[in-house]
Every structure is written in structure tokens, then in C-alpha cells.
């Protein structure tokens, strides 16, 4: 469930420190298997992708920020005050998200971010893929990147590789093909091609959402990263239960894109996914466009 805050430009201390109680209880719930296993010292191949490839810790996901222009009143003496990227608001004694001294230190990285979502926003979304990617990081290759053992073994995986047309778009996948499967996509995706091909159908770029999300810091209001993070998620399960590695173990069926079925499984997931992701893409523009 989205929290947003209400529409008044001040916000009383007791509304507002609802809001974040709410978020950090979201937050919570949304981290508290990860946050057990790492206790325990245990690993998962699904969800510590979340937490290992983007490396932000739960920590990140509970501080709650209200966005711009919502001043906290009654803030200027809690722990917030310390917090990077806010000022002092026009009530004395709040504190407000400073836009403009957050804006003018990381313009270069904002303009980029919103380069990137507006031209993926603007795309015609592509289901073609089936989610090949992970297939292609383990092609004729015995060393991979989980320790999982595959659903079809190496050279039944290998097959299903030869028998598919890779499409992938995305370089944060790409780069780590192997050597023999890089040749036959049918891009060569490179970090400055970003917003040439990125298209809002593919995984990664939903599951990157999250990532601008926290890079563009407290401008972004707590339930739009909270929305970024649950998608993000839920589109790692479809993108490993349709990866080549048997995961019955942790409890997850496959998506078995060998098959006509699986295919329809997998784009019927995906569809859905890009259109969660196209709202979320286009509240963060709008984040990114107020200033």
C-alpha cells in the first residue's frame, strides 16, 4: 500500500512522524527475511541480489524522506537535522528537503538519470527476450556466477542458448555474458548506449528503478522508493525462476522459457512488470522535472 504524504505544504509533527512510522514498518517487512539470514550468516541466490549488486543496505530503505516543498514542523530538533540534503524550512523550528543544494551537487548525475528514464520511457516495450540473459552467463562455461547447480545441465543449457536469438538491451546484463555468448546478441550494449536501448519491457531496467531511485536521495518522496524496491524484487523472482538454475531447493518453480509455455508465462509476468515500472519511471521524471 502507497503512503503519500497529504497536500498541505506543512506538515505537523504527529502527521508526519505517522508517515514514517508507516514507511519504516513497510520497510521492515519488506527487508526482514534478508535481514534474518544475514544474521544467520546465510546466503540466498534470489533476494541478496537486492542487497549485493546495487549494495544498499536496509538501513537505506527505512529512512523516510516527505520529497520536496513538505516542510516537517517541529523537525529542526530530531535526528533528521543531521541528515544530508536538508535546511531549515520557513516555519521556524522545520526542516524541508533543500531541492535546489541537493540539485546544483549532483546535477550531472540527476540530468543523466532522467536522460536514461525519459528515453526508456518513450520506448516501445520488447517481450522477445525471455529472459536469456541469464542463460548467456553460463554458456559453455563451467565456472558461473551462482552456486546452483542447472536445471538442464551445461550442455542441454548450452542448446537452448544455440537455439534462441539473444536479444538482450541492457549493459548492466550484457557485460557479463561469456565470451562465447556476447557475439551472438544482437546489440553489443556499452554504458554509453544506455538510454539508446534501454526499453521499459526488459527486467533490468524495472529492477534499475530502485537504483535511481536512491541515487537521486531525499528529492525522491519514501513511497516512490518503497514502490522502486517492491518491483524490483518481485521482477529478480521471475528473472531467477527463468534463469537456467534448478532453485526447487528455495522453493521456486521455473519459468521454463525452453517451452511455448514458458515464453507465455514469462511475457505475460513481463508485461505486467513494465507497466508497474512505467508509472514508477514516470513519478521519478516528475521528480526529476521539478526542478
Not at 498541505?8 to 520497510?27: F, I, N, Q
Not at 551462482?146 to 548450452?158: F, I, K, N
Not at 538482450?168 to 555474458?177: L, N, Q, S, V
Request: charged share 25%; hydrophobic share 40%; proline share 7%.
Amino acid at each position: 500500500m502507497t503512503i503519500a504524504p497529504p497536500s498541505s505544504t506543512v506538515l505537523a509533527a504527529p502527521v508526519w512522524r505517522d508517515l514514517e512510522r508507516a514507511h519504516g514498518a513497510r520497510a521492515d517487512a519488506l527487508t526482514a527475511a534478508h535481514r534474518a539470514r544475514a544474521s544467520r550468516g546465510e546466503k540466498h541466490p534470489v533476494e541478496d541480489f537486492l542487497f549485493t549488486y546495487y549494495s544498499y543496505k536496509p538501513a537505506v530503505l527505512r529512512r523516510w524522506h516527505p520529497g520536496e516543498g513538505v516542510e516537517l514542523a517541529d523537525a529542526a530538533g530530531t535526528p533528521r537535522a543531521r541528515w544530508r540534503g536538508y535546511a531549515p524550512g520557513d516555519v521556524p523550528g522545520s526542516l524541508v528537503v533543500d531541492g535546489a543544494g541537493w540539485r546544483g551537487e549532483y546535477d550531472a548525475l540527476i540530468v543523466n538519470i532522467g536522460r536514461i528514464l525519459r528515453a526508456t520511457s518513450g520506448r516501445t516495450a520488447g517481450y522477445g527476450c525471455f529472459g536469456l540473459h541469464e542463460w548467456a552467463m553460463v554458456y559453455r562455461e563451467s565456472d558461473h556466477r551462482h552456486e546452483v547447480p542447472l536445471r538442464l545441465g551445461q550442455a542441454a543449457t548450452d542448446a537452448v542458448v544455440e537455439a534462441h536469438d539473444l536479444r538482450c538491451t541492457h549493459f548492466d546484463a550484457f557485460r557479463f555474458f561469456t565470451p562465447d555468448a556476447a557475439p551472438r546478441n544482437r546489440e553489443i550494449p556499452t554504458r554509453d548506449r544506455q538510454a539508446a536501448l534501454e526499453q521499459p519491457g526488459c527486467l533490468h531496467a524495472g529492477m534499475d528503478l530502485y537504483k535511481w531511485a536512491i541515487k537521486l536521495g531525499p528529492i525522491v518522496p519514501g513511497d516512490v522508493l518503497l514502490d522502486a524496491f517492491e518491483l524490483a524484487r518481485d521482477i529478480r523472482t521471475l528473472d531467477m525462476r527463468a534463469s537456467p538454475y534448478d532453485l526447487a531447493p528455495w522453493g521456486y518453480e521455473p519459468v521454463p522459457i525452453e517451452s511455448p509455455e514458458g515464453k507465455a508465462e514469462y511475457v505475460r509476468a513481463q508485461r505486467a512488470f513494465a507497466e508497474r515500472g512505467q508509472a514508477i519511471r514516470a513519478r521519478l521524471l516528475e521528480v526529476i522535472d521539478r526542478g
